[in-house]
DNA sequence: CCTTACATGTGTATAAGTTCACAAGGCACC
DNA sequence: GGTGCCTTGTGAACTTATACACATGTAAGG
């Protein structure tokens, strides 16, 4: 792993950010990118481009810029994008069928391997994607089998922090949560909350009483 | 609206937060919170609780607590959660389907009031929530008829932009955008994208090599 | 009515992150 | 091979945000 001094987190979420117009970048051809212009299509000032690079090494040419495909490939490595990562899934509804049929997380090498729900009607079902729903009473066996390390949690707020305590037990390092509620987790399992209101009750407060 | 001297932002998305156990604590009929227990809910620091809260007046009791009813109402009111919000969606694939269908949204005031596809199959069905599937060329009409103020985004990324300019273009002033590419925007119109990869990005980023 | 206890509200200190400004270094052209 | 141009990489200044520590105000009880 790349030696890591002290890295800003907001450098972290930059990178991953950074990838989606380079990504872009290739498919048109383009081999050279400025921090400039990088910055421009992620609405962030060049010197922080620089700076969250700079954190990593020297992947630019000074006096040219950014050859597209190494710096690509550079934060990949970093990310962890360059590997595959096996994800399983636990609530089967709507947003959960929504995310495993998209085609966006394999492409950057997230793979669902397995899906869990507690209804007994819809335990069994395959699903479009090839994925067949699994009763959670076999997420320890699937997650060890299967070589699991992340988990994303789609049930009803109510359940998510039971879940969130099985997939832990079964061993699971990190959580992707779109439950509107905080799952607690010890220190060995990282997790991220995905809350839309909360993003809407900011663009609300932005509009003011108008 | 209150007087704001210049609020962090991060603390108007910690409010949100704060909003979500307050509303469980009321179901549950406890009439008072302190600081340290809604941090710990929150997963913040007591004092960045009473410092976000101060921001926007006094609205506990000292050597007693916040009124949990009191201190919600508000929240609410600085969010702007106490008004209803007409939104309208564009793209009604997997994911734009499970958003309308969700109940959480309306319970925060937030009220699906029109949905846009450009897919003929689609235009003119009826969704379980009881809203039909409308043309993009009448986005403009009906964002004027409904008083729709924010625009949420699900189509494919390559015309998320495209679509951004068709919601701002017909006076929409805030978007939250699911598509995985940074749309722009005018300054009268504020932008929240929602990325779920850069979200495992992270979370991958975090597990490291393990 | 005064005293005690206690949690809030807040000025100040600390930490974290971003921008600035320029030195360092490579490329191309002469 | 030297010269000028251009963009990266980076230490330092600045800005923003968080944590600390205590003064402030309230309620309850004697
Ligand atoms: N749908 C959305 O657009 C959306 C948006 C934001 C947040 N969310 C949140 O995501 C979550 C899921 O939303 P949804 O719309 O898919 O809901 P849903 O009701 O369609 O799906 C929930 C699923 O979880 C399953 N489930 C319930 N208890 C379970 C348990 N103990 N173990 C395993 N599975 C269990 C249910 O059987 C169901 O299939 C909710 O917490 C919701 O608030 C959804
Ligand atoms: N599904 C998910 O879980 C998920 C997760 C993260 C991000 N996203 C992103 O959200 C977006 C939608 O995802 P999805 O899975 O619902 O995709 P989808 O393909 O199921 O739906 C896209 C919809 O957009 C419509 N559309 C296409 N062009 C349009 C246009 N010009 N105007 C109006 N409508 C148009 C299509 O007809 C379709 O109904 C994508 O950008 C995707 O990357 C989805």
Known sequence: MAKTPKIPDPTIERLALYSRPLEALIESGSPLILSEKLAELCGVSPAQVRKD??????????????????????????????????????????????????????????????????????????????????PVNRIKELVRDFHIRIGVITTPPLVAQQVANLLIDAGIRAILNFAPIRVRTTDRCTVENVDFSVKLENLAYHLGTL
């Open 53 to 134: 690079l700079a954190y990593f090494g020297e992947f630019g040419v000074r006096g040219v810029g950014y050859d597209v495909r190494t710096l690509l490939k550079e934060i990949k490595h970093i990310l962890g994008t360059d590997r595959q990562w096996a994800l399983c899934i636990v609530g089967m509804g709507n947003l959960g069928s929504a995310l495993v049929e998209n085609e966006n997380f394999r492409k950057r090498g997230y793979i669902f391997s397995a899906a869990f729900d507690s209804d007994p009607e819809k335990i069994g079902k395959e699903m479009p994607c090839g994925l067949t729903i699994e």
